[in-house]
């Protein structure tokens, strides 16, 4: 004998067949037609499963209408008001659609990637302006990908479920493997963020998920640990950003280029003094101060506008930037990776920032 269809399905079926119906449908049709009711040993049993089957979907807030037939009271069907549940029609504007093309483009996981863009096609058939995405054009977010790491994780956030994984520390360069209880994932800088306990400190911490090397493995079983409280993800944020003092670094952008960049800039007194050299650079592009804590951070993040941008100020991001472009323009004369003489990274890499590291941001 065929399996039983379990009830959610059952569920489905009924709505499908309840919605679909041109005017309404009988017990006898429901058990005839909607895959899920044959499987009634009697009727005494189908009339306690469908009766079940209705006042679970009228406590979803499904409306299930009992429809009595005009000449005969008791011939009874049913079916679904369709004008009471249905949504009503979506009229998008140019700006509403162009902001949501905007969040589109921020998943870049080839498994998000797929439900957004369709997701945003089918806004886009009902919506008045198809140009819209023109409003932000210029204004693209640049957000990597989490890689083989993102989904693992956001399981583990959502089942509170400790995890496993080998880290590579920016400013110290120490790899070593890493037991934490995740509490939230951001998307800050340009990439994505775990905040967590550390169990092996005993302390909050955070952790970018490009500086995640190989699998993240479950430990344990869900439910292990309560939420955080607000201090201790305030706490976590306080460390991610960073405990040095903040600065700012002055940057010469291309005109309608990087303007996520310049979005969060903040603007230069017209008699504030520019490094030498500057006037010359300054010519043919705008002048942005940009906040940041974390000098490699912020070179990063600037690698990716490619020749948009241009770093006055200060020296130490400005000559990390130059090295993450010289290992970019080395790595055509990397040796292939399954050669076995590939043991080697350019001179330009550094023991804090290896190259295989800090290309994923160039």
């Given at each position: ?151 693992p994780l956001v399981d583990a956030v959502q089942a509170r479920q400790a995890v496993r994984f080998t880290y590579h520390a920016a400013t110290t360069g120490e790899v070593r493997v890493r037991h934490v209880e995740p509490w939230k994932l951001l998307a800050r800088r340009g990439g994505w963020v775990l905040l967590a306990r550390d169990r092996d400190r ?161």
């Amino acid at each position: 004998m065929p399996p039983a269809i379990p009830p959610a399905e059952r569920l489905l079926n009924l709505v499908i067949a309840l919605v679909n119906t041109p005017g309404r449908m009988t017990k006898e049709q429901v058990r005839s037609s909607v895959a899920g009711y044959q499987d009634a040993a009697s009727t005494e049993a189908f009339e306690r499963m469908f009766e079940r089957d209705k006042d679970t979907l009228r406590e979803l807030g499904i409306p299930v209408l009992t429809v009595t037939h005009a000449g005969h009271g008791d011939d009874v069907g049913y079916r679904i008001d369709t004008e009471r549940w249905s949504l009503p029609p979506v009229e998008l504007t140019a700006a509403e659609l162009g902001v949501l093309a905007l969040a589109a483009q921020l998943w870049q996981d080839q498994s998000l990637r797929a439900d957004s863009s369709r997701a945003l096609t089918k806004l886009r058939a009902v919506g008045h302006a198809p140009e819209a995405g023109d409003l932000v054009a210029g204004l693209a977010p640049r957000v990597r990908a989490g890689g083989d790491a993102f989904a693992p994780l956001v399981d583990a956030v959502q089942a509170r479920q400790a995890v496993r994984f080998t880290y590579h520390a920016a400013t110290t360069g120490e790899v070593r493997v890493r037991h934490v209880e995740p509490w939230k994932l951001l998307a800050r800088r340009g990439g994505w963020v775990l905040l967590a306990r550390d169990r092996d400190r005993g302390a909050s911490r955070s952790f970018r998920l490009s500086r995640i090397r190989g699998a993240v493995r479950a430990v344990g079983e869900p439910g292990a640990f309560d939420p955080p409280t607000p201090e201790e993800l305030a706490e976590a944020s306080r460390v991610w950003a960073g405990d040095g003092p903040e600065r700012t670094a002055l940057v010469a952008v291309t005109p309608d280029r990087a303007g996520a960049l310049r979005a969060r800039g903040a603007p230069v007194p017209a008699d504030a003094p520019l490094p030498p050299g500057a006037d010359a650079v300054l010519a043919a592009r705008d002048l942005v101060a940009v906040p940041f804590r974390l000098a490699w951070e912020l070179a990063e993040e600037l690698v990716g506008y490619a020749d948009a941008v241009v770093v006055l100020e200060p020296s130490d991001v400005r000559d990390e930037v130059v090295r993450l472009l010289r290992v970019a323009a080395e790595l055509d004369r990397l040796p292939a990776r399954d050669d076995p003489a590939a043991t080697t990274t350019p001179s330009t890499a550094s023991p804090t920032h290896p190259a295989t590291t800090e290309v994923r941001g160039a």
